[in-house]
């Protein structure tokens, strides 16, 4: 596709609940990036994909949240029961390479925990 | 560890002014430094990226910054601000020294530039 896209682009759910969250980077894009933005905290890194490497977990903020990349493509990001405070943005971006920094970011989804 | 300072949240400045968005960073060895804008109810875009060489770097939109190792700093600058220049900007870094596996950009918190008419 043109761009990265991400879906779906709004999610309300209650507590306690899972949700998953997609991102499909750009085509030929190797690197895959999740970044959590809230209001007042600017953007939080979460994960981080290149190609067949093992990916950096580091920014995970519990083993509530996982990721997993597919064939190197589609990524889903899931929160297992959900609490309000994970109440956020989550945005994807993707680059050529780890040697690019130049990041092609999605429009988000809008995570609502009630 | 790496990290970024933005000390302003907001900046205001009247439309054909200079501006200045600030900017500090932490790293321990050489930093890739960047600018990154987020025009309301659109994603991040990529703005310029200082990586070595010149520092006066150019970017989109008649924007510049300036990277000061002295001073730790990476401002983004513009000569004659516009309205449609109001939006949300994001400085990041990453190390050069980073380790095996850890390819990841470290945003600030974002400052929000309102120019007015």
């Known amino acids: 596709g043109a761009g990265v896209s991400q879906s779906p682009s709004n999610k309300v759910t209650e507590k306690g609940k899972d949700v998953e969250l997609r991102c499909d980077p750009i085509s030929g894009h190797t690197a895959l990036y999740w970044y959590r933005q809230s209001l007042g905290q600017g953007l939080e890194f979460l994960i981080y994909f290149q190609g067949n490497s093992a990916p950096d977990k580091s920014g995970l903020p519990s083993d509530r949240f996982s990721a997993e990349r597919t064939g190197g493509s589609v990524s889903t990001l899931t929160i297992q029961r959900t609490q309000q405070e994970d109440s956020a943005v989550y945005l994807c971006?993707?680059?050529?390479?780890?040697?690019?920094?130049?990041?092609?970011f999605g429009s988000g989804t809008q995570l609502s925990v009630l | 560890a790496q990290s970024v300072a933005q000390p302003e949240d907001q900046v205001n400045v009247a439309e054909g002014n200079p501006l200045t968005v600030k900017c500090t960073y932490s790293v321990s060895g050489n930093p890739y430094l960047f600018w990154y804008v987020q025009y309301p109810n659109r994603g991040l875009q990529f703005l310029l990226k200082?990586?070595?060489?010149?520092?006066l770097v150019k970017g989109s939109y008649g924007f510049e910054a300036e990277f000061n190792k002295s001073q730790t700093s990476f401002h983004l600058k513009k000569p004659s601000a516009l309205v449609s220049d109001s939006a949300l900007y994001f400085c990041a870094v990453r190390d050069m020294m980073t380790g095996a596996g850890s390819y990841q950009l470290t945003f600030g918190k974002g400052t929000k530039l309102s120019v007015i008419p």
């Open positions: 200082y990586i070595t060489g010149d520092n």
């Open positions: 971006a993707s680059s050529l390479g780890i040697y690019n920094e130049k990041l092609f």
